[in-house]
């Protein structure tokens, strides 16, 4: 796989100065409306929303979670024309964890996404869900024939077919899917204003996915590897749960400047399982490490999904899946049967 090229096809017309093109297209691109929850996916390129990128230049997606999902991401020309990008040949395992940024491609070596003409306006949808969705997953069996299929229907008939296909249940909390959305363009050339020479800052944090400030103003995400103004700047990481971070640095021209942070939770934050068996006196074991015997509390979770196993001699043995909810004790009340 290694050296493999995949081709944008970016199409539309928009103008830039000193180029002058058409009037822009009707974009035919069809949204699906999130509903409101604390379940969210965020999606951006490298050059962030609305970039312009030239033909022959390589594009990365990236994506964050606030909850473990399965991701699809597909791609909706000026044409109408579909192309699904996530799950692909090279990436099937489309089961995502929270709080991590990821990106397509997820390393160079395996395939690039490089802009080609015609020009005009993209739009790359991403949507995440707690459930696979059928009519997505189905596209699977297509992808050792070609890596990036392309979806042969109007963006109206596959958008209402994707929500039918999703489960919507209108209390927020049992909420199983959201979606998200950026735009880019591409011309065929850029003509900028003479500028003055930058630097590169490298931040990487501990955990990654912490939002990046510069003096306020929002950069990325962690890790992250990008020019900046050369000169002295604030740099603030902000992650839910973890205390934020910040720290001055002097950004000199052509050189390169590294942050590397280990970001604190916030003690209150984290979260605890109070399991309780009947019979009693089982022993208990969260992603397989022992923790004890029931009844037992154990504290300072970070959230997310644990697999807790119950075993006593004589009766079957319990194995099951819960989240750990930010500062709060959930209690697990588990009946175990006799082995017959």
Do not use: C
């Not at 035919?28 to 929850?37: F, G, M, S, Y």
């Amino acid at each position: 796989m290694k050296g493999k090229i995949l081709v944008l096809l970016i199409l539309g017309l928009f103008l830039i100065p000193a180029l002058t093109f058409s009037a822009e297209p009707e974009i035919k691109t069809i949204i699906i409306e999130p509903p409101q929850t604390e379940f969210k996916v965020d999606v951006w390129t490298d050059k962030g929303d609305n970039a312009r990128y030239t033909v022959g230049e390589t594009i990365t997606i990236y994506f964050k979670l606030t909850q473990d999902a399965y991701v699809y991401i597909w791609d909706i020309n000026a044409n109408g024309e579909i192309r699904l990008i996530l799950p692909n040949g090279y990436q099937q395992d489309n089961y995502f964890r929270a709080n991590i940024v990821y990106s397509i491609p997820p390393s160079k070596d395996k395939y690039v996404l490089r802009i080609a003409p015609p020009y005009g306006r993209e739009v790359i949808h991403v949507l995440a869900s707690k459930t696979p969705i059928n009519i997505l997953e189905s596209y699977k069996k297509d992808l050792t024939r070609d890596p990036f299929p392309l979806i042969q229907e109007s963006p109206e008939n596959f958008t209402d077919r994707v929500k039918r296909n999703i489960e919507i249940v209108p209390a927020p909390q049992t909420v199983q899917w959201t979606t998200a959305n950026t735009i880019f363009y591409v011309v065929e050339s850029i003509v900028a204003p003479p500028t003055q020479a930058l630097g590169r800052l490298v931040v990487e944090s501990k955990p990654s996915g912490a939002s990046i400030y510069m003096d306020g103003r929002f950069l990325g995400y962690t890790p992250y590897t990008g020019d900046v103004s050369p000169g002295r700047h604030t740099i603030t990481l902000q992650l839910p749960g973890y205390q934020p971070y910040e720290t001055t640095v002097n950004i000199t021209p052509n050189k390169t400047t590294k942050i590397g942070a280990t970001l604190k939770p916030i003690v209150s934050y984290l979260g605890a399982f109070y399991i309780t068996s009947t019979p009693s006196n089982a022993e208990v074991y969260i992603n397989g490490e022992r923790k004890g015997r029931t009844p037992i509390k154990i504290d300072k979770l970070k959230p997310g999904r644990y697999q807790i196993t119950i075993i006593k001699a004589g009766y079957e043995t319990f194995v099951q899946y819960f989240e750990v909810i930010p500062g709060e004790t959930r209690n697990i009340s588990v009946q175990l049967y006799p082995i017959r």
